[in-house]
């Protein structure tokens, strides 16, 4: 589908429509690419929900997040 490793994968959780939406957006070194992978009724479940897709998807990863907000 992608010709290119992606690079950095984070999660996002937003409040739509009285649910809890959890979102992952994958950076390529020529696009990023946002999905929404699943839908909560609380957000604590999409908070933890988003931690572990984060943790999955940065795991083979060449540039792990430093923790800082940056990739590199």
Same mark, same amino acid.
């Given at each position: 589908m992608f010709p290119n490793k992606a690079l950095l994968a984070e999660t996002f959780v937003e409040k739509d429509?009285?649910?809890?939406?959890?979102?992952?957006?994958? !950076?390529? *070194?020529? @696009?990023?690419?946002?999905? @929404?992978?699943g839908r909560y009724f609380t957000q604590e479940k999409a908070e933890r929900a988003a931690s572990y897709i984060k943790r999955c998807a940065n795991r083979d990863l060449p540039y *792990?997040?430093? =923790? !800082? =907000?940056? %990739? %590199?």
């Open positions: 429509d009285g649910q809890w939406v959890v979102y992952i957006e994958v !950076l390529f *070194p020529d @696009e990023t690419v946002r999905y @929404e992978v *792990p997040n430093d =923790g !800082l =907000g940056g %990739c %590199c």
